[in-house]
Nanobody, 123 residues
């Protein structure tokens, strides 16, 4: 499966962006999907994940209440709605599909990765 992340850009602090992760090649409707991010000079970190049917979600503590992950199985797309953005949210955001129906922050569970989309939040 190939993943294409999009929706990044430059936004002022307090603003919003919606990232999309579209799958091609085959469906990922039976797989958990996660969003990760990597800021300059830092390690990649887990941001959010959603189970195959959308019933379970998990978030990095610092984004809880500000970010919402969702999926449209018919469109084979997962979204990350980001609100109240902060400069520390600046990073390249990656989506990834897991080998299982639900995966949290366990990096090793994610087999397929998109190319990343850059988010820059100005203060």
């Amino acid at each position: 499966v190939q993943l294409q992340a999009s929706g990044g850009g430059l936004v002022q602090a307090g603003g919003s962006l919606r990232l999309s992760c579209a799958a091609s090649g085959r469906t990922f409707s039976n797989n958990a999907v996660g969003w990760f991010r990597q800021a300059p000079g830092k390690e990649r970190e887990f941001v959010a994940s959603i189970s195959w049917n959308g019933a379970r979600t998990s978030y990095l503590d610092s984004v809880k209440g500000r970010f919402t992950i969702s999926r449209d199985r018919a469109k084979n797309t997962v979204y990350l709605q980001m609100s109240s953005l902060k400069p520390e949210d600046t990073a390249v955001y990656y989506c990834a599909a897991s080998r299982t129906s639900y995966s949290g922050a366990d990096y090793s569970q994610y087999l397929y990765w998109g190319q990343g989309t850059e988010v820059t939040v100005s203060s």
